[in-house]
């Protein structure tokens, strides 16, 4: 079992920025995949970016060129720099682990508002 705790949530203006943090703890060494899902009210919990442990990524077309996760490890703490938000980025931002296994954190919102 891993546990997960994000940080870096919150509210802020349309075209801003914000950086989400993942810490993990337990049974990190097998951890295979880190990433980020988020759900907007009234809407299915959706991907928006994962790493795995061999470095490769992949983002949600939604977020490209906007969104950037990155780890030294998957083991380590996983960020999630989000840049030019807009409105419908407002979400709670689920961070995950996968060791065969998906494991979540409680989640932390963020909000995107004028």
């Known amino acids: 079992q891993v546990q997960l705790v994000e940080s870096g949530g919150g509210l802020v203006q349309p075209g801003g920025s914000l950086r989400l943090s993942c810490a993990a703890a337990?049974?990190?060494?097998?951890?295979?995949?880190r990433g980020w899902y988020r759900q907007a009210p009234g809407k299915q919990r959706e991907l928006v970016a994962s790493?795995?442990?061999?470095?490769?990524?992949a983002y949600a077309d939604s977020v490209k060129g906007r969104f950037t996760i990155s780890t030294d490890n998957v083991k380590n703490p996983v960020y999630l720099q989000m840049n030019s938000l807009k409105p419908e980025d407002t979400a709670v931002y689920y961070c995950?682990?996968?060791?065969?296994?998906?494991?979540w954190g409680p989640g932390t919102q963020v909000t995107v508002s004028s």
């Open positions: 995950y682990a996968y060791t065969g296994w998906t494991s």
């Open positions: 337990g049974n990190i060494f097998s951890i295979r995949i």
């Open positions: 790493v795995t442990n061999s470095g490769s990524t």
